[in-house]
């Protein structure tokens, strides 16, 4: 079982940047794949950023390359999602999900996490 606590949304302009945090427990963090997915009203929920579980590989949607940074701190069993350069259209509920597959590999889509925490609401104002 693993908990997953987003924190570090809200409401900022366009250009704009925010860090969310995403804290976790109950299993060895390290053995965990780690992902952000976000979803806008209306839409489906997409992939945003992933990240291996020793930290050594990343991917993001093009959408966000360039923009937004993943990285993980074992050590305080902790996944961050930077956000920069912020667009009305990053306006969304962002999650953040582990995989305990125990695969090397990234995860991608959302049918390879098994927990999801409760989101995070990010809005980016024109």
């Known amino acids: 079982q693993v908990q997953l606590v987003e924190s570090g949304g809200g409401l900022v302009q366009t250009g704009g940047s925010l860090k969310l945090s995403c804290a976790a427990s109950g299993r060895t963090f390290s053995s965990n794949r780690m992902g952000w997915f976000r979803q806008a009203p209306g839409k489906e929920r997409e992939s945003v950023a992933a990240i291996t579980r020793s930290g050594g590989s990343t991917y993001y949607a093009d959408s966000v390359k360039g923009r937004f940074t993943i990285s993980r701190d074992n050590a305080k069993n902790t996944v961050y999602l930077q956000m920069n350069s912020l667009k009305p259209e990053d306006t969304a509920v962002y999650y953040c999900?582990?995989?305990?597959?125990?695969?090397?590999?990234?995860?991608?889509?959302?049918?390879?996490?098994?927990?999801w925490g409760q989101g995070t609401q990010v809005t980016v104002s024109s």
């Open positions: 999900a582990a995989s305990i597959s125990g695969s090397y590999y990234l995860g991608i889509h959302a049918y390879e996490y098994d927990y």
